[in-house]
């Protein structure tokens, strides 16, 4: 039958979008809920369509000052993650040490291990040093915990680079900060702003570490936990709205920004 042929000649196709809309779907489901008016204290059950949480997404008490404090922790966090993984990146792929090995795979440690178990060992390590569980503690916790996934995705481009392209910009009487500028930089630009955008991403979202780490300070992740054990307000399902979209349009705008160059790029 031609419908069974179209379906197995596309069904990897098929399979990967049916994947997509289940991976997408919690996300409309916040969506559609941060238009719901709920009878009580809880929002779980639609009732009837309603504005009022977009017109007033700061209307719960203290919700905006921990989506302040995440964001501004997520955006240290990224910046510390992204700098320092870069230039581990660059050091393991373009230079020869001892224990290079053995650090390759220390670095990629706690990709692999449960986060409560890095979350102990840092409250462990902060609290033999005598540091006041708060912001910082939280911040260097996030900064330890992205700095993997940063040197993976910077590693991955750096390696695919093709070295010649630096020797002919030193043939070319470029200095060495020149180089890095204008034939380094904008070739791993790329790998370090998809590591910036998962650190930022993790930071943001997480938990584990963040409550093992975070003393009386608390964040919006820590924030929606609590809620809900008391009722979830429509506002969160606004600001997890609004983060989405924001999500969106940036990979939508970084994909068309690719499309550009890869079509100006063509003879």
Known sequence: MPVLRWIRRNLIVIAGLLTLAYLILPNIVVMVFSFNKPNGRFNYAWQR??????????????????????????????????????????????????????????????????????????????????????????????????????????????????????????????????????????????????????????SFDDFIITNFNAGSTVTFPMFVWGSAQRGTPVQINVIGTAMFIIAVLVVVVGQLIANRRKNSARP
């Open 49 to 202: 369509f309603s504005l009022d949480a977009w017109k007033d997404p700061c209307g719960v008490a203290d919700m905006c000052g921990t989506l302040s404090l995440s964001l501004q922790i997520a955006t240290w966090a990224t910046i510390g993650a992204t700098v320092l993984g870069t230039m581990i990146a660059f050091a393991l792929v373009r230079y020869r040490f001892r224990a290079r090995g053995a650090i390759s795979s220390l670095i990629f440690l706690p990709m692999a291990m449960p986060e409560v178990v890095m979350a102990a060992s840092l409250l462990t390590l902060f609290l033999n040093m005598g540091a006041q569980l708060g912001f910082w503690t939280i911040l260097i916790a996030h900064i330890m915990f992205c700095l993997s996934f940063v040197v993976t995705a910077v590693k991955a481009r750096v390696m695919s680079m093709d070295p010649r392209l630096e020797e002919a910009a030193r043939d070319l009487y470029a200095g060495p900060v020149q180089t890095f500028l204008r034939v380094t930089l904008p070739i791993a630009a790329p790998g370090i702003a998809a590591g910036a955008l998962l650190a930022f991403a993790l």
